[in-house]
């Protein structure tokens, strides 16, 4: 079974940055269109970025221009660089495929504050 373990989080001020990383054991990792999603306490899951296995990535209209998802198929690993960071983008966050096919990780906490 594949596992995701998500990590990078931490706490930061505004404006500064953090760049997530989530490994895989899966030997299949290529074949997936892989994401990260975030959840803030009291909201549900969002999809923060896509990227798909020959680089096309896409981003939700909030992180636009401030992130940046990347991947490594030789690694099993997708990374998410996070630049100009808010109080909003305070998160949970958590990586999978798009069809969200894979169990869930543990997650990395992001908390932006001053």
């Known amino acids: 079974q594949v596992q995701l373990v998500e990590s990078g989080g931490g706490l930061v001020q505004p404006g500064e940055s953090l760049r997530l990383s989530c490994a895989t054991s899966g030997n299949i990792f290529s074949m997936y269109v892989m994401a990260w999603y975030r959840q803030a306490p009291g909201k549900e899951r969002e999809l923060v970025a896509r990227i798909f296995s020959a680089g096309t990535t896409a981003y939700a209209d909030s992180v636009q221009g401030r992130f940046s998802i990347s991947r490594d198929n030789a690694k099993n690993t997708v990374y998410l660089q996070m630049d100009s960071l808010k109080p909003e983008d305070t998160a949970r966050y958590y990586c999978?495929?798009?069809?969200?096919?894979?169990?869930w990780g543990p997650g990395t906490q992001v908390t932006v504050s001053s």
């Open positions: 999978n495929t798009i069809a969200q096919e894979l169990a």
